[in-house]
């Protein structure tokens, strides 16, 4: 969860500079990335190893970290 939610911050920190019209936009793709990384991760994880298996419950916490990420960003920006 927290490396999904590092992974989002990070998208916002360099989506901002290519959407200031719209702060809801780069959120929503900060998180949809860091969501669609976290879902090719479990499949991958499912295809090409043994003992690992896809997760719905990993989906789930990385998607929740995706969206804590990007919570983090908002309140760092607004508490500066």
């Known amino acids: 969860m927290g490396l999904y939610g590092v992974l989002s911050f990070l998208f916002c920190l360099d989506f901002r500079k290519q959407y200031l019209s719209s702060e809801l936009r780069f ?41 804590l990420g990007s919570m983090a960003y908002r309140w760092k920006k607004r508490n500066k």
């Open 27 to 67: 959120y929503g793709i900060a998180i949809a990335l860091s969501f669609l990384y976290g879902i090719v991760n479990e499949g991958l994880q499912l295809a090409l190893t043994v003992d690992r298996s896809f997760e719905i419950g990993d989906v789930i916490a990385n998607g929740l970290g995706a969206v």
